[in-house]
Nanobody, 126 residues
Framework: QVPLVESGGGLVQPGESLRLSCSASGFTLESFAIGWFRQAPGKKREGVWC????????WYSDSTKDRFTISRDNAKNTVYLEMNSLEPDDTATYYCGIGRSGGLCPMDDPAEFGSWGQGTQVTVSS
């Protein structure tokens, strides 16, 4: 599996925004469901948002549903996670993965996704 590439993380203050990008080299993401997950130190990797191949949003976490959104730009071969009103609890390494169910989002279990990249660090602190 060719790993995806996550980018766009950084250090921000509470209330600020970031946009994360998930891209691929050498193959197209257009036919795949893509999930964003995050993992804080000492915690399990948790699902954040997932978008299917037809751009339908399949699921999102309760803690981010009113602040984050996911989208995809097939022309740029990229999936985005727009994060607004960031909170200290959003601090984590964020990863994107390809769903193992083809174009549909599988359940929000990291085992149902693959091609993880190195992740991008998001730190929210004043």
């Amino acid at each position: 599996q060719v790993p995806l590439v996550e980018s766009g993380g950084g250090l921000v203050q509470p209330g600020e925004s970031l946009r994360l990008s998930c891209s691929a080299s050498g193959f197209t993401l257009e036919s795949f469901a893509i999930g964003w997950f995050r993992q804080a130190p000492g915690k399990k990797r948790e699902g954040v948002w997932c978008i299917s191949a037809n751009s339908a949003v399949a699921w999102y976490s309760d803690s981010t549903k009113d602040r984050f959104t996911i989208s995809r730009d097939n022309a740029k071969n990229t999936v985005y996670l727009e994060m607004n009103s960031l909170e200290p609890d959003d601090t984590a390494t964020y990863y994107c993965g390809i769903g193992r169910s083809g174009g549909l989002c599988p359940m929000d279990d990291p085992a149902e996704f693959g091609s993880w990249g190195q992740g991008t660090q998001v730190t929210v602190s004043s």
